[in-house]
């Protein structure tokens, strides 16, 4: 995660690609650029932003939840049909990421842009594949609980900082009538949400080399505190943290029940904040760490990269596509994802100034207390979607955490 604030309006200076012609070229004079986010709540302002620094120009977006958009964007891509600008996750997670997409040869190279040289290394490390990058990260995000300060108030509650103390304050939560966490699995995305801050604490917190010991066959999901991770996921589903039915609750559902106080919180990333001030504007919301042991000093976060743009490499109008990439990636661009979002710029120097719900998760990530979202350099995106179904039959009870676990292990050591 980071920060800063300044205004530039990115119509000089930026690194443009030339029409190629053929089939796929925009028409001379085409000032429409298509593209597909799954940006709900943030893109609509730096699309309005960028169509104001450059007029004449317009922008055919459409958003979409993130589980239809990775469905959808190869066969899109693929097809001839896919729009000039996409959402493109980073790492090898899931179908719509830099790996995947970068290696079907459908993103175009943006190594030359002057910001790709200035990445942090948690960003430079995803965004790349085969050492070029394909992915303008604008943000690094954190998940932890995000509560609703006003519920928490009429509760007469604070935030956990231990283990025991989270059971307990789920269990007087629910005696309260109001739930601790919304939860909305009816996305299966979003099961591994509340499972990432237990493995960042209980496997990562204790064994930074975990990942490098996974991929040297020197252990696996199934014979480390993974299990204990699943197992804490469990016990707060027992312990009444979350509300009735979490497998028929989407996110959209879920966030409202978060912003209107009908549950104390969600825990989500910190993109999550900027959906619920928009339930609830005159709410006050605060991004927590998820403690998952009673030493709150072993607290780690996950924070990482999030979701940038990639642009397609048969863009029907690619100089327009490089122009709104160099918005994205300028101080103004960035700053207006953060600022909605309630996130952080991907470069240090944007002069954003940091939100108030996120001086904690910002602390963490001064303090080095963070690691990445797992399944960012995982070999393969089949183990993040085995988790994410596995996790949804786990609530369901056609499934255990042990066989999650195994089938997890056998996707990952298919390798890539």
Same mark, same amino acid.
């Given at each position: ?31 429409? @650029? ?75 190279? @943006? ?83 509340? @499972? ?180 960012? @350099? ?39």
């Amino acid at each position: 995660m980071k920060i800063r604030h300044i205004l530039l309006a990115v119509t000089t200076g930026a690194t443009l690609v030339a029409c190629s012609g053929g089939t796929n070229a925009a028409a001379p004079g085409d000032n429409t @650029l298509s593209l597909a986010s799954v940006d709900q709540g943030s893109v609509e302002d730096v699309v309005k932003a960028f169509e104001a620094a450059n007029p004449g120009v317009k922008v055919n977006f459409t958003t979409s939840g993130a589980d239809q958009f990775q469905q959808q964007i190869r066969t899109r891509l693929s097809s001839g049909t896919a729009p000039d600008v996409m959402s493109v996750w980073p790492g090898n997670g899931n179908p719509g990421t830099v790996t995947v997409l970068a290696k079907g040869g459908y993103l175009r190279d @943006l190594s030359d842009q002057p910001w790709a040289s200035k990445f942090p290394k948690v960003v430079s490390d995803v965004a790349q594949y085969g050492g070029k990058t394909y992915n303008a990260i604008y943000g690094i995000n954190g998940i932890g609980a995000v509560y609703n300060q006003e519920a928490m108030t009429k509760a007469g509650l604070t935030p956990p900082s231990t283990w025991t103390e989270l059971l307990a304050f789920c269990r007087a939560a629910k005696e309260k009538g109001t739930p601790a966490f919304a939860l909305g699995i009816q996305d299966n995305w979003v099961t591994q949400v509340a @499972l990432y801050p237990l493995a960042a604490t209980l496997v990562y917190g204790q064994d930074r080399d975990f990942e490098k010991k996974m991929a040297a066959g020197q252990t696996s999901f199934a014979k480390s505190p993974w299990a204990a991770a699943f197992a804490k996921y469990g016990e707060m589903d027992q312990t009444g943290c979350f509300q009735e039915n979490p497998l028929g609750t989407s996110y959209e559902a879920s966030q409202k029940l978060a912003a209107t106080g009908k549950t104390l919180g969600i825990i989500q990333g910190n993109w999550v904040i900027s959906l619920l001030k928009k339930q609830n504007p005159g709410g006050t919301f605060t991004l927590k760490p998820v403690p998952a042991t009673d030493d709150p000093s072993q607290t780690i976060v996950p924070a990482a990269a999030g979701a940038g743009y990639g642009v397609n490499a048969k863009a029907k109008n690619p100089e327009l596509a490089m122009k709104f990439i160099s918005f994205v990636m300028s101080p103004q661009g960035m700053n207006l994802f953060a600022g909605k979002q309630g996130g952080l710029p991907a470069l240090s120097d944007t002069g954003f100034k940091l939100d108030p719900s996120l001086t904690e998760l910002s602390t963490y990530i001064g303090q080095n207390k963070t690691v990445p979202f797992m399944d960012q @350099l995982w070999p393969n995106p089949k183990v993040q979607q085995t988790m994410l179904t596995g996790i949804q039959e786990v609530f369901s009870k056609q499934s255990t955490p042990d066989k999650v676990l195994a089938a997890m292990d056998a996707d990952y050591q298919s390798g890539a």
